[in-house]
């Protein structure tokens, strides 16, 4: 009997793999192209290439399914010559990656067609029926410095996220290397022992696999790490102050006696890292009361880290909730651990954030 969700798997693990090839070539080979969005975040071309990359194969393989995606093509249609070098490396990459471009399909015969596709992802989301959540660059401050960046691919099912992919070209293969204080430094290059590719299925646990190029790579299974002792555990937290209140975050490490200094790290690689048991404590706590969260920012994270053994909630100690549309609106922040002390990091959190009964 198939495996449920086989195809989709394998297909966003080549997906994400060929679109982290991109955006490598992005980083050595281009200039990077940076714009600023309405919100003023700096997005890249290897933004685009990689999402355009994405949904090509996505609308291949499953045509009926709805994609919620971070970027829209307007600012290229307004910009022929950055339009025209995305659209240079989306076609040389595709030619590139032969095998897996011909499992992948999924045609792009022009520029034009390639903002089509990228426009395709601004589906509003929601409870019913099958929805793909993509971030083609996570951490897109963190790509640009060559520090730590993810290419986040998830499949909701009715709400619930049943298939999750994370390419994180600048994390060491190794799934026992340790989270060291400059993880989230200028790390990118081309050396043996970096990029890893995490996967899960709802119900099938997680995996890691170094990131290549054309067939997958081999698999081994991960899982969090039992902790023993909290006053040794390492928590990440985000790099920017405006992600997650970093203050905050030092009082509920004093008050778990965590005695190791954060790591700091941008993107979705937090999450690999908990779930392959590199770090034990992945905090993000609001920075405003109106801020809500973007659904491509944690729905691959989120089931890789509880497929590992791990927990993931809100700071109220509600799992995070796909199912409300682009964001997620009914959450407050992610707290996210292995299960046997995910309890206890909750009161830690509730405690200094005031939400303790």
């Not at 989306?90 to 032969?98: G, K, M, P, Y």
């Amino acid at each position: 009997m198939a495996t449920p969700y086989a195809k989709e798997l394998e297909v966003a693990q080549l997906a994400v793999q060929r679109a982290a090839r991109l955006t490598k070539r992005v980083f050595h080979e281009k200039a990077k192209g940076t714009v600023s969005k309405d919100d003023k975040s700096p997005v890249t071309i290897g933004d685009f290439g990689a999402q355009a990359l994405i949904i090509a194969a996505l609308r291949h393989h499953f045509p009926s399914d709805e994609i919620v995606a971070e970027e829209e093509a307007a600012q290229l249609r307004a910009d022929a010559p950055l339009r025209d070098q995305i659209w240079e490396l989306v076609r040389t990459t595709r030619l590139d990656d032969a095998d897996a471009e011909a499992f992948l399909g999924g045609a792009i015969p022009d520029a034009d067609a390639m903002l089509d596709l990228i426009d395709r992802g601004s589906s509003q989301g929601g409870a019913r029926g099958r929805i793909w959540a993509i971030d083609p660059i996570d951490g897109t401050k963190g790509f640009l410095r060559g520090g730590q960046y993810a290419v986040c691919l998830g499949l909701m099912v009715d709400g619930d996220v049943k298939v999750g992919v994370l390419g994180c070209p600048n994390l060491p293969v190794d799934d026992a290397a340790p989270l060291t204080a400059d993880i989230g430094g200028a790390h990118q290059t081309d050396e043996e022992g970096r990029g890893v590719l995490f996967s899960a299925v709802q119900g099938q646990g997680a995996t890691s696999r170094p990131l290549g190029a054309g067939a997958l790579r081999e698999a081994k299974a991960i899982s969090v790490k039992p902790v023993t002792d909290l006053s040794s555990a390492t928590f990440c937290e985000s790099v920017e102050s405006g992600h997650s209140n970093q203050s905050e975050s030092a009082q509920i490490a004093q008050k778990l006696n965590i005695t190791k200094p954060s790591v700091r790290m941008d993107s979705q690689a937090k999450y690999g890292s908990l779930a392959r048991g590199a770090g034990d404590i992945y905090l993000r706590l609001p920075t405003s009361k109106t801020y809500q969260e973007k659904i491509w920012d944690h729905a691959a994270g989120d089931l890789i880290v509880r497929e590992a053994g791990g927990q993931v909630t809100d700071t109220t100690g509600s799992r995070l909730d796909f199912s409300v549309g682009r964001t997620l609106a009914s959450n407050k922040g992610v707290v996210a651990a292995p299960a046997a002390i995910h309890g206890q990091v909750i009161k830690a959190v509730q405690e200094v954030l005031g939400l303790s009964k």
